[in-house]
């Protein structure tokens, strides 16, 4: 992906911008398409794993001097005594795998300089 416009939506000056999903030429992302689970006798049953580039992150910071993309993501995970353990995965991708991002909402049009679609139509 160009440089300039990775510059353009994430900012060149040193800022956390997000949240977004970061497309990389790469498979990057294991994700379970279920939930894995016990059944008789204890066995365990595995839910398919998808293999992908789309990596979902929460912010994303560009570090242009080393042509990267610094992405985190957070996780919640319930314990079984019911509370929430919080961890976090620290994701660095070299900006010329970066084939594509997608955010989730019209925000970044403006950072753009492109006005939003009047979909309300």
């Known amino acids: ?8 939506m994430f900012g060149s000056g040193g800022r956390w911008s997000g949240p977004c999903t970061l497309i990389v030429n790469a498979d990057a992302s ?3 398409v279920g939930n894995d689970s016990i059944i008789q006798g204890g066995q365990k049953s595995y839910a398919p794993r998808l293999i992908t580039g789309r990596v979902v992150v929460d912010a994303v910071r560009l570090l242009p001097e080393q042509a990267a993309l610094v992405a ?3 996780h919640v995970v319930r314990q079984s005594t019911g509370e929430d ?3 976090f995965t620290m994701l660095v991708v070299n900006m010329d795998h ?5 955010f989730r909402d019209l925000r970044t049009l403006s950072e ?4 939003p679609p009047d979909l309300e139509k």
């Open 85 to 87: 353990r919080v961890e």
């Open 72 to 74: 985190v993501r957070k």
């Open 112 to 115: 753009l300089g492109i006005r």
């Open 1 to 8: 992906m160009n440089a300039g416009l990775l510059a353009t």
């Open 30 to 32: 294991v994700e379970a």
């Open 98 to 102: 970066v084939v594509g991002v997608e």
